[in-house]
């Protein structure tokens, strides 16, 4: 193994440490908070729940910004900031009394969390990988499931031991000093600053003294912002991921309404985590072999069996199969983002696309838990939405093969042509 692709790998394993810590911490375990804060301050359910929303509004705010900074400043200086404003920000919860408090440090939380998330993980795998990326991106992209599985009994622990003060100071610091140091010494966006070069293989030309680096392939951003497709690529991700989000925030409540015990809810949650792990590789090594369009039959084809199993699932059996087939559909969210860019639009304007294609899918997903709230609310089942959620999912994802079907015909699949240049 050469110095090159030791360092390529590292990007791999420092992308899965950020999600790992950064992303399951403040993106997924945060929620555990909900209960012992709002009962130890005395606290309306709803209101503090806000603060969820405010966070995700603040980082699609955050996302362009973050993009302009990763293009002009060194990524081990712009990730860094962001980890202090997120792990910063997850420590100062500690000292919050007031839900104005909440709200003010969410906004700082989420602006942070955007810049060392999911959108520069996948950022940094795709400019060091030419080869082999969805694999790649699937491995790294795993510490988020990992995490919840692993993190998830931790972070309980440590709110019901030590109380939920000490619980948010503790998971702050970890985050702070472990992502910092690690940031510091391997954050690049390009290869050319570790002068390196994108990971490469079956070629047998791989040698320590190779500079070669190919020529980014693709539109500029400007060339496809006003093209129908592009909007219709925008919208089939933004439905897509208000489908998730309205979903994943509900479904354990929805199996406690259908009969199934506490127990039983957290073993379907568990196994969801492992099958997502498990989704995130399958569909990275589907994207490598097979291309976007197998990629996006993987994911479509579990996510759509996940919920017509959800509609069914005061079965254990099909409770738990639910969780095996929506956790390999929820990769979406992570592997087929990134995954899906490249594909469809290469990769010279690929940062541009990902933040923007962020700030849509983040929308979607923040306001979904939203309205599955108020479907429950206004007609005391989740039935109804879940249906709504198939048809809407369905829709988009039918958006997004029309838009790939689209840029093959007309463009033969070569979407860095004369006439997108002009």
């Given at each position: ?309 959800l509609l069914m699932a005061e079965q254990p059996v099909l409770a738990v199969l639910f969780a095996v087939s929506y956790g390999c559909g929820i990769s979406f969210s992570s592997v087929g983002i990134p995954s899906l860019i490249g594909g ?19 929308l979607g997903a923040s306001f979904g838990p939203f309205v599955s709230g108020m479907a429950f609310d206004a007609l005391g089942s989740y039935r109804i939405i879940w249906m709504v959620y198939l048809v809407l999912f369905s829709v988009s ?26």
């Amino acid at each position: 193994m050469t110095k090159n692709t030791l360092r390529c790998f590292s990007i791999v394993g420092y992308s899965f440490i950020l999600m790992f810590l950064m992303q399951t911490i403040v993106g997924s375990l945060h929620s555990l908070f909900l209960v012992p804060v709002t009962e130890g301050l005395g606290m309306e359910r709803s209101a503090f729940s806000l603060m969820f929303t405010i966070s995700g509004l603040s980082g699609v705010a955050s996302l362009p910004v973050v993009t302009k900074l990763l293009q002009k400043y060194p990524a081990r200086i712009v990730v860094s900031v962001s980890i202090l404003m997120s792990g910063g920000g997850f420590a100062m919860f500690s000292q919050a009394t007031e839900l104005w408090q909440f709200f003010a440090i969410a906004v700082v939380m989420g602006a942070g969390n955007s810049g060392c998330t999911l959108m520069v993980a996948s950022l940094l795998i795709n400019n060091w990988f030419e080869d082999r990326k969805g694999l790649a991106l699937g491995i790294g992209l795993t510490g988020s499931g990992f995490g919840a599985a692993l993190l998830s009994p931790v972070v309980t622990h440590l709110i019901t031991v030590y109380g939920w003060r000490t619980a948010y100071l503790l998971c702050g610091i970890v985050m702070l000093a472990v992502c910092i140091p690690l940031t510091l010494l391997l954050a690049a966006v390009s290869p050319a600053e570790k002068n390196a070069r994108p990971y490469r293989d079956g070629s047998g030309k791989e040698t320590e003294n190779t500079t070669e680096i190919s020529k980014p392939e693709g539109p500029e951003l400007k060339a496809i912002r006003g093209k129908g497709f592009f909007w219709m690529f925008l919208i089939g991700m933004a439905g897509w991921s208000f489908a998730i989000g309205g979903i994943h925030s509900h479904f354990p409540a929805y199996l406690t309404d259908v009969g199934h015990t506490a127990q039983f809810v957290a073993m379907v949650y568990s196994v969801e985590a492992v099958s997502l792990i498990i989704g995130k590789i399958a569909a990275g090594m589907i994207f490598d072999a097979k291309g976007s369009k197998a990629g996006l039959l993987f994911m479509a084809g579990t996510f759509a069996l996940g919920l017509v199993l959800l509609l069914m699932a005061e079965q254990p059996v099909l409770a738990v199969l639910f969780a095996v087939s929506y956790g390999c559909g929820i990769s979406f969210s992570s592997v087929g983002i990134p995954s899906l860019i490249g594909g469809f639009f290469g990769q010279k304007s690929y940062a541009d696309i990902l933040g923007i294609v962020n700030m849509a899918y983040i929308l979607g997903a923040s306001f979904g838990p939203f309205v599955s709230g108020m479907a429950f609310d206004a007609l005391g089942s989740y039935r109804i939405i879940w249906m709504v959620y198939l048809v809407l999912f369905s829709v988009s994802a039918v958006l997004l093969w029309l838009v790939k079907s689209h840029l093959d015909k007309r463009y033969n699949s070569l979407w860095f042509c004369s006439e997108m240049q002009e």
